[in-house]
């Protein structure tokens, strides 16, 4: 199993990213998918998630600024991210977490600038 994330960068407040996160290994119709975000000194938290028939659950911090959605013919899993703000800057990693394992891609940065 393998998640690699991309689309990272600096942008701007206000400004938008699209993530992606690319699934090998195991199918996203069979597993929920969640995008999570770590900032320095902070705590590791879930940022958005979207189950298997395509529900998304949001953080209250993100909603209705960010998006997440899967493609399923490409088995990727993306996370739009528009307005952003300074409080958004972290790595943001995607994960799979199945009963035995949790698989974790290795992260991609965001720089948003004030």
């Known amino acids: 199993v393998q998640l690699v994330e991309s689309g990272g960068g600096l942008v701007q407040a206000g400004g938008s990213l699209r993530l992606d996160c690319v699934v090998s290994?195991?199918?996203?119709?069979?597993?929920?998918i969640n995008w999570y975000r770590q900032a320095p000194s902070k705590q590791r938290e879930m940022v958005a998630t979207?189950?298997?028939?395509?529900?998304?659950l949001y953080a209250d911090s993100v909603k209705g600024r960010f998006t997440i959605s899967k493609d399923i013919a490409n088995n990727t899993v993306y996370l739009q991210m528009n307005d952003l703000k300074p409080d958004d800057t972290a790595v943001y990693s995607c994960?799979?977490?199945?009963?035995?394992?949790?698989?974790w891609g290795p992260g991609t940065q965001v720089t948003v600038s004030s």
């Open positions: 994960n799979v977490r199945q009963i035995l394992q949790d698989y």
């Open positions: 290994g195991l199918w996203i119709t069979s597993n929920d």
């Open positions: 979207i189950d298997r028939v395509g529900m998304p």
